[in-house]
């Protein structure tokens, strides 16, 4: 059965820290894993990382896959308040034209000032 | 337009209300997507349209019934729902209709079953 696992399921940090949330994934046939950030409403797409772009940055997130260990991770540096939010985890086969992600449950991110 | 919008942002219904939820974007998007999502869950897809006709139907109950009348909008039509049916309803749009790119998001109508 497909799934993806993410860790820690929360973690609490002071502004300024630097975190690393983690993404494991168990798929037939990967084709891309997706970060989302989801504040209080709709998830914010982040990140799309495959085989041809295993590495990818935007000013203070960064996020790698390694396709040998089935997993990715997201660094956030310096952060700050505003990066309080859960940290979603989402790969997608590659099966054809079905269009569904697995989803991880997510990282809740808390930071404090 | 780079956005998804959903209307409406709240829904307060009893179980033998009809309702419906939109859904619009202008980007161009060839397949739209609706999701429930509960509290500290990830999101759960319910259904896909891709070039404006069902693709997937994840085994979703009939009082749930989707419609696509055309490719900008998307709405879910609702018909005695169950108190457990309360949840956040998001609604997303990709490029292409055959694979996922990236998926973006509208806010989300939060319902609420009486």
């Known amino acids: 059965e497909d799934k993806v696992v993410q860790s820690p399921l929360s973690l609490v940090v002071h502004e300024g820290d630097t975190v690393t949330l983690n993404c494991s994934y168990e798929?037939?046939?990967?084709?891309?894993l997706l970060w989302y950030k989801q504040e209080k409403k709709a998830p914010t797409f982040l990140f799309m990382l495959?085989?041809s772009g295993i590495e990818k940055k935007s000013g203070r997130l960064s996020s790698i896959l390694d396709k040998k260990e089935l997993s990715s991770i997201l660094n956030i540096t310096a952060t700050q308040t505003g990066d309080s939010a859960i940290y979603l985890c989402a790969v997608e086969p590659n099966a054809g034209n079905n269009r569904k992600l697995i989803w991880g449950l997510g990282t809740s991110l808390g930071v404090n000032p | 337009d780079t956005e998804v919008t959903q209307t409406p942002k709240h829904l307060v219904m009893g179980m033998t209300n009809k309702k419906s939820l939109k859904c619009e974007q202008h980007m161009g998007h060839r397949a739209m997507y609706w999701y429930k999502q509960k509290a500290k869950k990830p999101p759960e897809l319910m259904f896909v349209y891709s070039y404006e006709k069902l693709s997937i139907n994840e085994s979703v109950p009939s009082r749930f019934s989707p419609e696509c009348p055309n490719s900008s909008l998307l709405n879910l039509h609702l018909h005695a729902l169950q108190p457990e049916d309360s949840a956040l309803y998001l609604c997303?749009?990709?490029?292409?209709?055959?694979?996922?790119?990236?998926?973006?998001f509208g806010p989300g109508t939060r319902l609420t079953v009486l």
């Open positions: 798929v037939t046939n990967f084709r891309s």
């Open positions: 997303a749009s990709s490029p292409t209709g055959i694979r996922v790119d990236t998926q973006y």
């Open positions: 495959t085989s």
